[in-house]
């Protein structure tokens, strides 16, 4: 059994594909408008996540409270829901097909840590 030491744990191994500016302002633009329950706008949000690299088809429904992480590693097809508090915690690219229904309270995941390593490295992997 190999025990964790978090002392060693770093994040180098973690490829985010973007700029710190654009994931600090990724980060504020969520919180403020996609993420925000004041916002019913769905249009809004679909701008903010086109501006930030997600590719949207056609006919999508995002409801409140709706989290993703990195929409720069976001592909949704045509006719997808995203219903209330989904979040998609996407550290690795995530492609939804299309007429796909995330419910509310849904979680989905596209990395851990590998608990066999001392090190707890990040091992992620696409999802579709």
Known sequence: MTKVNLETFSTCNFK???????????????????????NPFMGIKIFFLRLFGAKIGKG???KNNVNIKFPWKLTLGNHVWLGE????????????????CISQGALLLTGNHDYTLSTFDYRNAPSQ
């Open 16 to 38: 985010k594909d973007a700029s710190r500016l654009k994931i600090v302002a990724w980060y504020f633009t969520n919180a403020l408008f996609v993420r925000a329950s004041w």
């Open 85 to 100: 508090n989904a979040r998609i915690d996407n550290l690795d690219e995530v492609i939804i097909g299309n007429n796909v």
């Open 60 to 62: 999508l429904v995002i």
